[in-house]
């Protein structure tokens, strides 16, 4: 049986929102209710337009926000009773910027050595043989050891970054649109890289991307989230081949940026995207829906499980059969 990695069950975040000087606070429920399992080898992609609660979901798994309610365990074991530094060696993340995440007065070198560093590992010669086998392992020449950030291209900046985050041997890495600052021709270079490192590190990745190109090219499976909510969860051939959620068949008829970094795909959904301090009734989605049936607006869709696909939509529980019917 498959290892799991990652397991997460009706996880929540809440943030409080002030309306200003005399309003008092408002709740905004980033995310609502995520159950996931990720196992070994995996590689899971969060998609969903911005404000969707992706990030969210993977800064409560790296550890940098805690959850309001809800279990998550890493590696088998729960996410609150792993020590800081333990936990930065079980799960890494890439952030989408190259530029401004590396230290433009740090050497190459002294970038990738130093999550060792503050594992407490001194010896100088132990770090500087690990950082050079994990240039090697990332496809950067020894040559750039010494360099400085600003001598470096964007696709070799983007392997630093990389470097970094495996220098330690973590088991998950979480990439937050790790192409998406790119030039479309190193984008490839970088997703085959991951996909490379995967395979001879026997990693696990979770995908953060609103580039639906980059999903199917690296994700075995995929999660996409509105409002807080997985709404549909598939492998990935089979959601590119048979999406259904109404949402999800958007956001694959949606037609993608020219220029990724402008982020947001146009989903052609007409309704603007709901402000998550008041999200609509029922199905959050029901607003923008083109299946939209009156039922929707006052009951909260369940999960199903339907053609292969775990997917939360009126159209797949008895009810919503019977209504459309
Ligand atoms: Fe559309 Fe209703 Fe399904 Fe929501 S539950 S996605 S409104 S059909």
Redesign the pocket.
């Known amino acids: 049986m498959a290892e799991v990695m990652i397991n997460a069950s009706a996880v929540t975040r809440d943030f409080s929102i002030s309306r200003g000087m005399f309003r008092g606070k408002q709740r905004l429920q980033a995310v609502n209710g995520v159950d996931l399992t990720v196992t070994r080898g995996e590689v899971l992609a969060l998609v969903g337009e911005s404000g969707c609660g992706k990030t969210t979901l993977a800064k409560i798994l790296l550890g940098l926000l805690p959850q309001t309610s809800g279990s998550i365990s890493l590696c088998g074991t729960p996410i609150g009773s792993v020590p800081r530094l333990d936990l930065s060696r079980m799960i890494q993340p890439i952030f989408q910027d190259p530029y401004s995440s590396l230290n433009p007065r740090k050497s190459i070198g002294s970038i990738i050595g130093l999550p060792m560093r503050v594992q407490g590992i001194e010896d100088q010669q132990t770090i500087l043989r690990r950082v050079e086998e994990t240039m090697e392992l990332v496809g950067l020449p020894p040559r750039l050891l010494n360099a400085y950030p600003n001598q470096l291209s964007g696709g070799q900046r983007q392997r630093v970054a990389i470097a970094r985050a495996l220098v330690n041997r973590p088991q998950i890495v979480v990439c937050d649109e790790p192409t998406s600052a790119l030039d479309v021709s190193v984008q490839s270079q970088i997703l085959n890289l991951l996909n490379d490192l995967r395979t001879e590190l026997n990693l696990t990745y979770i995908i953060i991307s609103h580039n639906l190109a980059v999903v199917e090219h690296i994700a075995s499976r995929v999660a996409v989230m509105y409002l807080g909510r997985i709404?549909e969860q598939a492998e990935t051939t089979a959601m590119f081949r048979n999406p259904q959620?109404?949402?999800t068949r958007a956001l694959l008829d949606s037609v993608l940026t020219p220029d990724p970094r402008l982020g947001v795909p146009n989903t052609q959904l007409g309704a603007s995207y709901p402000n998550p301090i008041d999200p609509p009734s029922?199905?959050?989605?029901?607003p923008?829906?083109?299946?939209?049936?009156p039922?929707?607006?006052q009951t909260?869709?369940g999960g199903t499980a339907h053609n292969d696909a775990y997917v939360?939509?009126?159209?797949?529980?008895d009810a919503?059969v019977a209504k459309?019917g």
């Open positions: 709404v959620h109404p949402y029922g199905c959050a989605f029901h923008r829906c083109a299946n939209a049936m039922h929707c607006a909260a869709p939360e939509c009126h159209l797949y529980s919503g459309a």
